[in-house]
């Protein structure tokens, strides 16, 4: 690959990726709250006294978030309550509901305009009409107003119940990430020549890869883009031999540091093209590697776009 300098400027800084992080996770819920989500399957909200301060806390808890004094025993909650603030969210209407004899406001959803969700207003529990076990928050499909409704009592839970002991969710997050004028060059250069290139430093003239503003060492503002080799050193490498949440390739695989022939820093890669199961063997810090690209018509940006880096044997 040629050498040659460019300098910064004509870049697209608003071009962006979209990228979705999805995380799955076991939430371990405890006795009260466990219990709280079962009863819920039985149209039974479920709340505790505090034996410390006497507080009544809906939902049902182990413990007062107030004085953290021990809850004991369960109560059967009333309905019924009043609404003790209100908001919107993305077309939703969310109230804090004080049930009759709670001390603790419960977060909910309303089921009705936001214009007829006033404080004081008088509501009452809203179930789903599909009767399957969700055992979620969800199973209490919200409140409505009941501006008739008495005031209920709270007493004593004597029914027979199992905790549920785990709740499996899982957290998507959309972003769009800024690639800014480096970065977009730097992909733009992957996906369109398969040309890898860096920033070089104004005052040290050291090459960076992934090219970036600033100089990582001396802190002085980077000048050019300066070409690097698509081959380099092997600096550092794990083989990674256990499954976790987030692969996205099937272990066993290696990751590597590479130092690219003409740069100053460390780009992390796949490090592949031989039998993995004798990398021990076959790997070495400071052996030589190339790029393994794929096909230039199947490149779109990333650094995925080289497959892997590839031991090259003298």
């Excluded at 020549?193 to 005052?203: D, K, L, M, V």
Aim: glycine letters at 8%; one cysteine or more.
């Amino acid at each position: 690959m040629n050498m040659r300098n460019n300098l910064i400027s004509g870049i697209d800084e608003d071009a962006v990726l979209e990228v979705q992080l999805k995380l799955p996770y076991t939430l371990t819920t405890g006795k009260a709250a466990g219990s709280f989500l079962a009863a819920l399957d039985q149209k039974i909200i479920l709340g505790t006294t505090c034996e410390k301060c006497k507080k009544v806390i809906v939902p049902a808890t182990d413990y007062c978030g107030a004085c953290g004094g021990e809850n004991v025993g369960f109560l059967t909650m009333p309905h019924s309550g009043a609404i003790t603030a209100v908001t919107k969210v993305d077309g939703k209407v969310f109230i804090f509901v004080r049930l009759d004899g709670a001390d603790i406001d419960l977060l909910h959803i309303f089921h009705g305009e936001l214009s007829t969700a006033k404080i004081g207003a008088r509501v009452i529990a809203k179930w789903p009409q599909s009767v399957e076990t969700a055992s979620r928050i969800t199973s209490l499909a919200g409140f409505e107003l009941a501006t008739s409704a008495p005031i209920g009592t709270s007493k004593p839970f004597t029914g027979a119940l199992e905790p549920i002991s785990e709740v499996p969710y899982q957290l998507a997050l959309d972003y769009k990430h800024s690639y800014g004028p480096h970065y977009g060059r730097m992909f733009d250069e992957l996906a369109t020549n398969q040309r890898i290139i860096g920033s070089r430093c104004s005052a040290c003239h050291n090459v960076l890869v992934p090219p970036r503003e600033y100089c990582d060492v001396c802190f002085a503002q980077t000048d050019l883009y300066k070409d690097v080799s698509d081959a380099g050193k092997l600096q550092a490498f794990s083989i990674i031999n256990l499954e976790f949440v987030g692969q996205t390739r099937t272990p066993p695989y290696v990751y590597g540091e590479v130092v690219l022939d003409g740069s100053a820093t460390r780009l992390i890669h796949n490090i592949g093209g031989f039998d993995i199961t004798k990398a021990k063997e076959i790997l070495s810090i400071g052996m030589k590697v190339k790029a393994v690209w794929r096909p230039l018509d199947q490149c779109k940006g990333t650094l995925d776009d080289i497959e892997y880096f590839q031991p090259v044997f003298e």
